[in-house]
């Protein structure tokens, strides 16, 4: 269903411009606190591969992140999620750089990131019905590539193209027939004037639900295609209870990666496996436009995997370039594979290169970030008990460290590495040597993860679980003359 409407009727926008107001009361306006110039951040892990590394001259380094001035930001809502950011866009006529978020019950906020000042607000028009309920996302907009217009998700399992300038919709389209039961967990991407979006289950299992890969027009909001991850043969929107399988949701923190071909690569948790039209706890490739797969992979134990609730897809696949594709996920263990090794539509079951654990040994929900240093490729992962860092060396993971401290999805920026503890503070290292630079105070929260970008660190704070109204944005800048 596409639904194309004027703002009245499609959700409500409340622009507030507070610097231009305090101009008009005659009072000093709102003081700036960052720096205005540097590059964009559009979407979740900053690339459609959700590299999660930046070379971008942030100009945070670790002679200055200690010294770091902290602003907190009050939000209509928790952002359990993460942020995506554009430098020197047009908003109510005038130009600003944005920090754009969704909170858990959908209303979509833009942030003046000099001044932490709101600039609008785009509120679903089925808010109320949901709001403090179970009914959430964990989803993080996208850009679309002119910087005109960002794509949202939200409760009521649909996709809205909003209007940078003022928030304002130009389509909205449900991508699940039963938004009860199928949520949008993870981040929304663009490729090549296609939206990709994806969905899972919300927590308990509850059937009937099944992940679904759907492709959207971006120009018109059109639904051009669902890859089921359940009755794969079917395409199409499901409606849940009319497919004999269910569960295998996908909703790792990256959702969708998509490779430089626009190869789509999924991860789905625990439900029934044939290696026909049954994909539950394996890693998928799609062409495109999700009509055809191109390869797949389980481990050998997917019966006991599904019996036991260890979601292969509890995190999303890691590309690590190349032919290498690295896959974590509850059982504690991360597997690298050859893409070119399970290419095709028939079942590969097994044959991993190599299996490392993860961080502690423990689940991992997290997406991983990898970081082209000179000649090497290193991939950094963190669980609820550990953060560790590999390097790819003659086709193998090679462990260089590793700590008993948690976090959310790591985030390499200008040769640091940030990693966020959900019990509280975001921990600065030194990717290489896994050293502890310094850790920048800021509250609890839960799937929250971090941007660097033009001087500024941004980081949401709060958890989804708590089911709140309220939020917190934490923004962190360069002292002044830096």
Not at 107 to 119: E, F, M, P, Q, R
Not at 398 to 420: C, I, M
Request: glycine share 12%; aromatic share 8%; charged share 15%.
């Amino acid at each position: 269903m596409t639904v194309c409407e004027k703002p009245a009727t499609a959700g409500v926008v409340r622009r507030l411009f507070l610097p231009w107001l305090f101009i008009l009361l005659g009072i000093a306006a709102v003081p700036a606190f960052g720096q205005q110039g540097g590059s964009d951040w559009t979407q979740f892990g900053g690339d459609q591969a959700s590299s999660s590394s930046s070379n971008s001259g942030a100009g945070i380094t670790a002679a200055n992140v200690a010294s770091l001035s902290p602003h907190q930001i009050q939000l209509d809502g928790t952002v359990d999620a993460s942020v995506i950011y554009l430098r020197g866009v047009n908003v109510m006529g005038a130009k600003h750089d944005v920090f754009f978020m969704t909170t858990t019950y959908g209303k979509t906020i833009a942030v003046d990131a000099n001044h932490g000042s709101i600039l609008w607000e785009y509120t679903p028009p089925k808010y109320q019905s949901w709001e403090g309920s179970r009914q959430i996302t964990n989803s993080t907009p996208v850009a679309d590539p002119d910087r005109q217009y960002i794509y949202a998700a939200a409760p009521d399992g649909t996709v809205q193209k909003l209007a940078i300038s003022d928030g304002h919709v130009l389509w909205r389209t449900a991508i699940t027939l039963l938004p009860v039961r199928e949520k949008i967990a993870s981040p929304l991407r663009e490729f090549r004037g296609h939206i990709v979006a994806v969905t899972g289950g919300y927590i308990g299992d509850q059937p009937p639900y099944q992940g679904h890969v759907a492709i959207l027009d971006a120009q018109t909001g059109k639904l051009l295609h669902v890859w089921n991850s359940l009755c794969s043969n079917r395409p199409g929107l499901l409606n849940p209870n009319s497919c004999q399988d269910t569960q295998s949701a996908i909703w790792g923190r990256a959702g969708a990666v998509i490779d430089s071909s626009g190869n789509i690569f999924v991860s789905t948790g625990n439900g029934p496996y044939n290696g026909k039209t049954s994909w539950g706890d394996a890693v998928i490739e799609l062409n495109p436009d999700a009509t055809e797969i191109l390869g797949n992979y389980t481990p050998t134990n997917n019966a006991e995997l599904n019996d036991r609730d260890l979601d292969v897809g509890s995190t999303s696949p890691v590309l690590l370039g190349g032919d290498f594709l690295a896959q974590g996920g509850k059982a504690g263990k991360i597997h690298l594979l050859s893409i070119k090794a399970i290419a095709g539509a028939e079942a590969h079951q097994g044959h991993e290169i190599q299996t490392v654990s993860t961080p502690s040994g423990s689940r991992m929900l997290t997406a991983a970030a990898v970081w082209r240093h000179g000649p090497e490729t290193w991939m950094f992962a963190a669980d609820g008990n550990g953060t560790a860092a590999w390097t790819l060396e003659n086709g193998k993971l090679v462990q260089k460290w590793k700590n008993n401290t948690g976090g959310t999805s790591p985030l390499v920026a200008d040769s640091l590495l940030f990693v966020y503890d959900p019990s509280g503070g975001l921990r600065v290292y030194d990717p290489a040597q896994g050293t502890l630079v310094t850790t920048l105070a800021c509250g609890s929260g839960h799937w929250n993860s971090p941007i660097v970008v033009d001087g500024k660190i941004a980081l949401p704070e709060g958890n989804a679980n708590r089911h709140l109204s309220t939020g917190v944005l934490n923004i962190w800048t360069l002292p002044a003359g830096h």
